[in-house]
């Protein structure tokens, strides 16, 4: 459903006294957690700035909701939206409908932003989109709970997260029999390629396909990750796990429902919030280790012009205000959103709201790419194979170990027409 809100600026006054005339601008963001609201906050604010008007074209929650919905507008050319909000996965699948920011945002404000995510946007030397947010996947736990049943620190192996899960949910279904040890993302969907890319790449396994187009997934250590995410459903994980997205599992924790929960940032910011059952009980910490260390999935969003925008110029100087770091401050305070420009990160005012953006920074800056890169346009196709045959595991259709071997195959044949 296509809602379109209107933010007006201080058009006429600013219109009397202004050379270029003010435009309407349409923006499409949204949707997950406090996104939509901070999204038109900011278009808001940018819009009182320059007396320019911005249109929100509210997006879906789930991201391969929105890129369907975006490669409809892209594949016709269509004018009306004239700046998308673009996943970190989709530079690839995309580019040749974004206008190269390269040749209009200075040098020095690009290199503000991680390198890692600039080149993520890089396409052929084409710079597709700027950095608006980073994500990668956190361990969210309940620090009374972990008191309660004799626990001082969080997990730091999977091992460990199943039995201390289990002993809590054990002991807390008593009075609740809702209660669940560990909630994460298990429907099939790009966000179960996060999570079990998180699983895989912890026990060793390597991330599907490795930088230089080579298929990995066909191994033990990764048919092993796939059994053991396995294990938990049904047992510390609720059997609707296999049905949940960011927001199911963040509505559980958040509720008050669950020891741990595997989210993004944002979670933060409303789990703290003031009405919040888990306020001030929440900790954060790295995922757990599948004996190979532990891994985050880098995950993220930028914001690109589109080439079929008929009012470019203003399009990219939102862009450019939306991305920059005033605007990055703001949202990282009031939504937990992590900057992607690098100084933020030692802003008193941010690590104030989110002390784990100082204590976790290695969690952010050494999150494991999904192979986007190297397959590139046909990026979605191999995350599909993959979470598709993730899904089949956790629903008892096959063990880890065929269910590798059956990707692996299915993978060499979208390799075959090119990536
Ligand atoms: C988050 C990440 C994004 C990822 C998505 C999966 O929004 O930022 O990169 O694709 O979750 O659900």
Redesign the pocket.
């Known amino acids: 459903m296509k809602k379109v809100i209107a933010i007006i600026g201080l058009t006429a006054a600013i219109a009397a006294n202004s050379q270029a005339a003010a435009v309407t601008v349409t923006l499409a963001c949204g949707a ?1 957690g406090q996104e939509l609201e901070l999204c038109k906050a900011g278009a808001d604010r940018w819009a009182k700035k320059t007396g320019n008007t911005v249109k929100i074209f509210e997006s879906p929650n ?2 391969n909701d929105r890129l369907g919905l975006y490669q409809q507008q892209l594949a016709a050319k269509s004018s009306d939206i004239d700046v998308y909000q673009l ?3 989709w530079p690839g699948l995309l580019s040749q409908h974004f206008v190269d920011l390269k040749t209009k945002v200075p040098a020095a404000e690009v290199n503000a932003h991680f390198k890692g995510i600039v080149a993520a946007n890089t396409v052929n030397g084409k710079l597709v989109a700027l950095p608006w947010f980073t ?1 990668a996947g956190l361990l969210y736990y309940r620090t009374d709970l972990l008191t309660k049943y004799g626990y001082k620190t969080a997990p730091k192996t999977w091992a460990e997260l199943a039995t201390m899960a289990k002993k809590i949910q054990t002991g807390e279904q008593k009075a609740n029999k809702s209660f669940a040890g560990y909630v994460w ?1 298990g429907k099939n ?3 179960l390629t ?1 999570d079990a890319l998180e699983w895989v790449v912890s026990f060793g396994g390597g991330a599907i396909v490795d930088d230089k187009g080579a298929i990995t997934i066909n191994n033990a250590k990764a048919a092993a990750a796939l059994d053991a995410a396995a294990s938990w459903v049904k047992n510390i994980s609720p059997a609707g796990v296999t049905t949940y ?2 927001e199911e599992a963040r509505g559980i924790f958040q509720s008050g429902n669950a020891a741990f929960m595997r989210n ?1 940032p944002y979670a933060w910011a409303l789990g703290q919030g003031e009405d919040s059952k888990v306020k001030g009980k929440i900790g954060v910490a790295p995922l757990p280790s599948g004996g190979a260390g532990n891994a985050a999935t880098l ?3 930028q914001l690109g012009v589109s080439t079929y925008s008929k009012n470019q110029a203003a399009a990219i100087a939102m862009v450019r205000y939306l991305a920059g770091p005033e605007e990055q401050k703001i949202r990282a305070i009031q939504g937990a959103y992590n900057p992607t420009i690098q100084a933020l990160y030692k802003d008193p005012a941010v690590l104030k709201a989110n002390p784990f953006f100082g204590s976790l920074l290695n969690v952010f800056t050494s999150a494991v790419a999904r192979p986007s890169g190297p397959t590139k346009g046909k990026y979605n196709q191999v995350s599909q194979a993959f979470s598709s045959a993730v899904s089949d595991v956790l629903n008892g259709k096959s063990k880890g170990a065929a269910a590798v071997a059956k990707l692996s195959t299915d993978l060499a044949r979208i390799k075959g027409r090119g990536w």
């Open positions: 997950v789930l991201t996943d970190v996965v994500d993302q969907y790009e966000g996060c997205g960011e993004w995950g993220g969003w």
